[in-house]
């Protein structure tokens, strides 16, 4: 029999289906002024729903500093870049990004990519493929992209346990003193919360003579005094070989970038095919993302705001028996644990609430461990807090959900 390429993907559709984890995705369109306000095309006709699991985590998509200037760029430049960054692309706007957020992480140069994934991946693939004989140490939890692009690379890939410095620290003492390594971490883990221990991998680096690659996805904007992120927050950027960003969470527009030394970002520019055969982000994208980095380097409202913000809906949390998991960064996980419940709890939210929390589900999260990802920003109003935690009792209640001991009233 002939294969048939229909009824395999089928196939492998029901199989997911059946799990639970089939991915369905929310027809929105954001409003802008009134985010997290959001309209949905759904079943029931069209509504306005509450975001509650943006990444756009300060609201930056909307700020009128980075929409005036992506209206000023598209009625000078026009609406793309023409090119690749080699071939016509490079616009002043992409340039003057660049040095902003070289400054922004107090490196010698910066370069843009057309989002974090591209520049994880192509950065780690180029390191990897190029530097001879280099060992890529890897924190298990890493994101698909940093291990998508040291997979690519060909690499040798020594995978370290979360967090762990007793294992990190066994890896790299196994390895001769010769051999360039290579550390490849987050500071901010995207499904849990959690911090990794910055300071102490860097003390384990040069010990060892290792290069550290950094991706502070999650962090920038959010942290450090400038919005530089985890490091900048700790006095560390200066130790770290390579920090890596998005333009398209805190920041609320698109692109990401890779922050070093001069050699480096020109070895990477010089070599990355996920670089150089692109067309460039289009000169309006870099023009809003340059004003929404200036504008969060001397505004710290922004950040404030989103520390009362989370700490409000933590605390709410609590006071219900919800549980979630206690972390040190803006990320709020609750745990449900089972993928059909966790889809189905969303679906509620969706249908009876107004409220849009994306189901979490395996491969993004462990089996066993889904889980709601709730993202409160400066943008939701106490209002908006109220509802949600109302929303969520009266839903445990009903799917008669696992609660914690009652924290004092
Ligand atoms: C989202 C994410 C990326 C990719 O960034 P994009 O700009 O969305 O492509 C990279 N690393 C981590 C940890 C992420 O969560």
């Known amino acids: 029999m002939r294969f048939a390429p229909d009824a395999f993907f089928d196939a492998a559709l029901t199989a997911l289906k059946d799990e639970g984890n089939y991915r369905r995705f929310a027809d929105l369109e954001r409003r802008c002024g009134a985010f997290p306000r959001a309209h949905h095309e759904g079943g029931q006709g069209d509504r306005e729903v509450t975001v509650w699991c ?8 909307q700020h009128p500093a980075v929409l005036a200037a992506m209206r000023d760029a598209l009625d000078t430049a026009g609406a793309g870049a023409g090119g690749t960054r080699n071939i016509s692309g490079t ?21 843009l990519f057309t989002s974090g994934y591209v520049a994880n991946w192509s950065a780690l693939g180029t390191l990897g493929a190029r530097i001879p004989g280099l060992v890529i140490l890897s924190d298990a939890l890493n994101h698909a992209s940093m291990i998508e692009g040291i997979r690519h690379s060909g690499a040798e890939k020594r995978i370290w346990a979360h967090n762990d410095l007793s294992d990190l620290e066994r890896q790299l003492s196994a390895l001769p003193d010769e051999t360039p390594k290579l550390i490849a971490f987050e500071s901010v883990y995207s499904m849990d919360g ?9 003390d384990l680096a040069e010990r ?8 502070e ?20 950027m200066d130790r770290l070989t390579i920090i890596e960003g998005t333009l398209g969470k805190a920041f609320g527009v698109m692109g990401g970038y890779i922050a070093a030394s001069a050699p480096l970002i020109d070895f990477v520019r010089s070599f990355a095919s996920g670089f150089i055969f692109t067309t460039a982000l289009p000169p309006a994208v870099a023009a809003g993302a340059l004003a929404s980095v200036c504008h969060l ?18 605390a709410g949390l609590d006071r219900l028996g919800i549980p979630h998991v206690d972390n040190p960064s803006h990320i709020v996980p609750v745990m449900v644990g089972d993928p059909l419940k966790c889809r189905y709890i969303s679906d509620l939210l969706m249908a009876h609430h107004g409220i ?24 939701h109003s106490e209002t908006d807090v109220a509802a949600l935690l109302d929303a969520l009792g009266a839903l445990w209640e009903q799917c008669q959900l696992a609660r914690l001991p009652r924290a004092a009233q």
Not at 92 to 99: D, I, M, Q, T, W
Not at 208 to 215: I, N, S
């Open 54 to 61: 943006s990444n756009d985590y300060l609201g930056m998509g």
């Open 217 to 236: 996805v999650h962090a920038v904007g959010l942290y450090g005094a400038r919005g530089g992120g985890v490091a900048e927050r700790e006095g560390l």
């Open 194 to 202: 959690d911090i990794a221990p910055i300071a102490e991998i860097c």
């Open 91 to 111: 616009t002043h706007a992409h340039v003057a990004l660049e040095a902003e957020l070289a400054e922004l992480h107090g490196k010698a140069a910066a370069l």
């Open 356 to 379: 849009y929390i994306q189901p979490i589900n395996y491969p993004t999260v462990p089996k066993g461990t889904e889980r709601l990802r709730i993202t409160p920003s400066p943008v």
């Open 208 to 215: 060892y003579g290792a290069m550290t690659y950094l991706d």
């Open 297 to 314: 380097k001397t505004s710290t409202a922004e950040r404030e705001a989103h520390a009362v913000r989370v700490a409000t809906v933590r």
